[in-house]
């Protein structure tokens, strides 16, 4: 029964993916005074199938002078860490129950960073190795402020389970008493899931496309779906983490809707950040500030057990 469970989960994890695409081209179409897609199906509702269907059909290319294995397997390899986290899903029938739900989640996030690396190394091109180089030092750079933010929080509830978070807003949302963390924690995830203004694995400026720039058809389709599949997931932990996470109502997937749509408004709104600031920022601001946090929690629950 969990099995049939999960998997109607990521059959619509993934048609989410596809409407989500939709989103973020019709969104972003809007912000700059034109139509997007409307052209195939009704509104352009079928164009993400449309797109599909086209991608995995076109040729795929094997590069002459790659390291073919690992050329190939790095996609699926990232698309699998993407399914995995989605195991994480806050069931309130207990078909999955996680008690240790985080630690599973900072696992899972680590290992993304060997997807994009080897994608980038067994292409065998300087392109795809300097895209994959520098997301790789932006993706380890964050995750350390991340998961300092992340501790912060779980302070407040003292378990891993992600379903001790519904129990625990209740009454008032972590968002209000922990404002600053928030914006820390929402520009970790953008520069966790490789997304403007932080997108420097993409700089198509100045490295073509980046880490994917040497895949084509399915492969090129699973690494798409894997960064799409990451960005809802982190709205769905943002929903979680600091929105109230009543996962009984229907606001609970209006306000994942909401934090998705704010991840393409940023890509529409902000250019791309420098580098080094983007390095400064993670490690001279938000680590010093989730340090702060997370001693100054500590020393108040430590005396609200003391004194109270």
């Known amino acids: 029964m969990s099995f049939l469970v999960f998997l109607f989960l990521l059959v619509m994890v993934l048609l989410s993916v596809a409407f989500v695409t939709l989103l973020e081209r019709k969104v972003l179409g809007y912000i700059q005074l034109r139509k997007g897609p409307n052209k195939v199906g009704f509104m352009g509702l079928m164009q993400p199938f449309s797109d599909g269907l086209k991608l995995f059909f076109k040729e795929q290319t094997y590069l002459y002078m790659s390291n073919f294995l690992i050329y190939y397997f790095s996609p699926v390899f990232m698309l699998m860490l993407s399914f995995s986290l989605w195991l994480l899903f806050p069931y309130m029938i207990n078909v999955f129950n996680f008690n240790l739900g985080f630690l599973f989640f900072l696992c899972c996030t680590s290992l993304g960073v060997y997807g994009i690396l080897m994608c980038g190394w067994s292409s065998n091109s300087n392109y795809a190795l300097l895209g994959s180089l520098r997301s790789m030092a932006q993706t380890i750079s964050y995750e350390v402020s991340m998961s300092m933010i992340l501790l912060c929080i779980f302070l407040f509830v003292m378990d891993f389970n992600m379903l001790s978070f519904m129990f625990y807003q209740n009454y008032m949302w972590f968002i209000f008493f922990s404002l600053p963390l928030f914006f820390c924690w929402f520009s ?27 895949y084509s058809s399915g492969g090129f389709a699973f690494i798409f779906l894997s960064e799409y599949m990451n960005i809802i997931f982190m709205s769905l932990l943002t929903v979680i983490f600091f929105l109230g996470c009543d996962l009984n109502s229907i606001f609970f997937f209006l306000k994942l809707v909401f934090m998705i749509f704010v991840v393409i408004w940023v890509r529409g709104t902000l250019p791309r950040f420098r580098y080094d600031k983007l390095m ?29």
């Open 188 to 214: 970790s995830f953008l520069a966790e899931v490789n997304r403007s203004p932080f997108d420097f694995a993409e700089g198509e400026s100045e490295l073509v496309s980046g880490f994917n720039v040497e």
């Open 280 to 308: 400064y920022l993670t490690w001279s601001v938000f680590l010093p500030i989730s340090l702060n946090y997370f001693i100054f929690f500590m020393g108040f629950i430590l005396f609200m057990f003391e004194f109270l």
